[in-house]
């Protein structure tokens, strides 16, 4: 079946004769070919798509690599420093016990000195048995606590070579910066040295008498 096609004004008319069966598959193929173009634009596209994410894969496990690299890296820095590690702290904690072991050091010679002064002349202390007490508190916010605290107790031997009342010997200790407490406890004629005689005052001292060498130790 033909068709008669109108011709573009002032121009002589135009016959199609191409049966209509002709038209149709030459549309189809038309069609086929653009759906054709359209497929292997869109294979083009998944291969591009497909082909930067696997660049990227790529990319992403050298970078995971390079960091697992440098978290072993580090890992073997951090086990090198172990030891040192280990030692600073048995260091802290050694200076710490030490500070605590020897928290009641004395300053003896000034004890001592302290207590001479407070004796009558000719008078000698012969000897002493003292226990130190409870270590200070080095982080005790009231700086008078170490004066009220019991640092040593026991006793102290005192050799005269003149009879002497023992509480007026007690009362002139307690006087003495570092003693809290004095009381005599018994005088006794010297049997090594006739003529001489023995006082034994028990005394209590705070904890002043303390040397603190080692109070910052303890704190460490």
Request: glycine share 10%.
């Amino acid at each position: 079946m033909s068709r008669i096609v109108a011709a573009a004004v002032g121009g002589p008319p135009r016959v199609d004769l191409l049966p209509r069966s002709e038209v149709d598959r030459r549309e189809r193929e038309k069609l086929s070919v653009v759906w054709v173009r359209i497929g292997l634009l869109a294979l083009l596209l998944a291969a591009v798509l497909i082909g930067a994410a696997f660049v990227w894969n790529q990319f992403a496990q050298q970078q995971l690599v390079a960091e697992q690299d440098r978290s072993t890296q580090l890992l073997a820095q951090i086990g090198q420093l172990n030891d040192v590690s280990g030692a600073l702290a048995t260091e802290g904690e050694l200076n710490a016990f030490r500070g605590e072991a020897m928290g009641s050091d004395l300053a003896w010679s000034g004890i001592l000195d302290r207590v001479r002064s407070a004796l009558p002349a000719d008078t000698t202390v012969t000897g002493f048995e003292l226990t130190p007490g409870a270590v200070p508190d080095p982080a005790a916010k009231d700086k008078d606590a170490a004066k009220k605290a019991i640092g040593l107790t026991g006793t102290l031997t005192i050799d005269s070579p003149n009879a002497l009342d023992l509480g007026a010997l007690a009362r002139g200790l307690r006087g003495v910066g570092g003693v809290l407490a004095a009381d005599g406890r018994a005088s006794t004629a010297s049997q090594q040295s006739p003529g001489r005689y023995i006082y034994t005052i028990d005394v209590t001292f705070d904890q002043t008498v303390y040397s603190g060498r080692y109070a910052k130790e303890a704190t460490k």
